[in-house]
């Protein structure tokens, strides 16, 4: 069974940044693939970023692209998303995520999801 905590979200001004992180315990972190994902009140869970096991290859979702960077250390067993440039409509909650496969846009993760973290962003 693998436990997911996040932290690092918050308040923060539009063209701010934030790093999320998420810690992983009881399993091999290196054998999971990790991803971010986010919901707001109303609407359905909508994938973020992801990254392979390895770290060799990343995904994003088109909105994020140049602006948030996922990175893994699995010496550490964390992964991070680096939010840069945010804007009001990244506010939601930031759930991280893992799965056995990567799949197309963070298709195949799911396995274990953490409890979530708020970021909340002010124009």
């Known amino acids: 069974q693998v436990q997911l905590v996040e932290s690092g979200g918050g308040l923060v001004q539009a063209g701010g940044s934030l790093r999320l992180s998420c810690a992983a315990s009881?399993?091999?972190?290196?054998?999971?693939?990790m991803g971010w994902f986010r919901q707001v009140p109303g609407k359905e869970r909508e994938f973020v970023a992801a990254i392979a096991r390895s770290g060799g290859l990343t995904q994003y979702t088109d909105s994020v692209k140049g602006r948030f960077t996922i990175s893994r250390d699995n010496a550490e067993n964390t992964v991070y998303l680096q939010m840069n440039s945010l804007k009001p409509e990244d506010t939601a909650v930031y759930y991280c995520?893992?799965?056995?496969?990567?799949?197309?846009?963070?298709?195949?993760?799911?396995?274990?999801w953490g409890q979530g973290t708020q970021v909340t962003v002010s124009s």
């Open positions: 009881g399993g091999t972190f290196s054998s999971y693939a």
């Open positions: 995520a893992a799965g056995r496969r990567l799949g197309v846009q963070g298709s195949q993760l799911g396995d274990y």
